[in-house]
DNA sequence: AAAAATCCTTATCTTTTGTTAACGTTTTGA
DNA sequence: TCAAAACGTTAACAAAAGATAAGGATTTTT
């Protein structure tokens, strides 16, 4: 993982992406800017590992990632992440306690990266900490409506009905994911998966 | 429900409850409990429904509310939150859009209670803004964490291993919760759990 | 370009869970 | 206090999912 500044095209399509959650003025941003670095990542290439703190926060500028949790020696992948959203091992760059999962470019990505002090400088900077603070309470608050859905879907949903949702609904996970992480993301097996569709191909609902 | 302004004692409770995430000074604290407001749930009586827009967020003093979906006709109870936790529809009171499930008092609980309102007038006050704003990125990255978590074992582990699970970490959850909400808690039936711990009674692990 | 690894499907068999119904027990509410 | 409702267990059967293995297609690596 290379980290390097970066430039003024790739800061611009940040900020626009961040305005979903705050608008920063020029002065703020001039501030902010100054805290963030560019990286990529090669294909299976780590961001995080299990047992590591995670130190940064990234934005995912192009490709994709893929959380996973290693069981009894077997990969079980729990989540996906695209372009144009964040990625961390939330809990432990929160929390600063080792992680338990690992995160991995599922396709060759491009990030722009925060640090974990970084951040806290920002946060504890007189002109920038009101708009920090608001800026990871809505961050903090939309993942929080996004994982309230998903936990719903465990609780209220079959499999084959969870697997309906992704195809009407988020289409593109189905094309950028290959189906055996779908699969575990769906919380099954390849196998199970594998039959969902075929009974689904003759009664398409 | 039934709303009355709050006696120094439970504010207290309150105020010591909170420093789990900010510490208010005096100033701020004055100001902050003006828009504070206690009530109380009979058993089964609803803090929210299908449909209607969460007006309030709740800190429960004692007793317990239980959420549930209906599906088919049927309810299916997705969580549990005790005395000393926050409860809201909280996808509902942060979008502003009618919530999709129901929150009822599982035991008869008192309650205190912030408006949605009464949020953003504090969120706008130039005495509380940053304070608050500081609060509701910490509160929400707490339940952040603990939504990651449940997410991790719905995909990682079977149901008897969750089971086993709330048995060692969570042992309040199975006393004060009845078994068939604790199954939809866990993404089975009834029936299954009393399965599930009839083969536990013979191999305790 | 060939070899190796990965991926999806299919088949078989086992295990688990869902469904429905019945039965006593406990709790609730009139 | 008494009837009704709710609760946990168990049984029997059906449906679904897990485990394992094999085969063919695709992709990756060397």
Redesign the interface.
């Known amino acids: 993982m290379i980290k390097l500044p970066p430039d003024p095209a790739t800061l611009l399509v940040f900020r626009k992406a961040l305005e979903k959650f705050v608008t920063f003025s020029e002065e703020e941003w001039r501030l902010f800017v100054q805290h963030v670095s560019t990286s990529s990542l090669k294909k299976k290439e780590h961001f995080a590992r299990e047992g590591e703190i995670a130190s940064y926060i990234g934005f995912i500028l192009t490709g994709s990632v893929r959380y996973y949790?290693i069981?009894d020696g077997e990969e079980?992948?729990?989540?996906f992440s695209f372009d144009g959203e964040l990625v961390s091992s939330?809990?432990s760059f929160?929390?600063r306690q080792p992680g338990?999962?690992y995160i991995q470019a599922l396709e060759p990505a491009t990030l722009l990266l925060i640090s974990y002090h970084d951040l806290q400088n920002m946060l504890n900077h007189p002109l920038l900490?009101?708009k920090m603070?608001?800026f990871?309470?809505l961050t903090?608050?939309y993942?929080?409506?996004c994982?309230?859905?998903?936990?719903?879907s465990?609780?209220?949903q079959t499999p084959e009905e969870r697997y309906q949702d992704l195809v009407s609904k988020e289409r593109e996970i189905l094309q950028r994911v290959p189906q055996h992480y779908i699969a575990?993301?769906l919380?099954i097996t390849p196998v199970s998966l594998s039959r969902i569709r075929k009974r689904l191909l003759f009664q398409p609902s």
Chains 1, 2 share one sequence.
Do not use: Q, V
Request: with cysteine; hydrophobic share 25%.
């Open positions: 949790h069981k079980i992948t729990g989540y939330y809990k929160l929390t338990t999962g900490a009101y603070e608001r990871g309470r903090a608050e993942y929080l409506c994982y309230e859905e998903r936990i719903s465990f609780i209220t575990n993301f919380g």
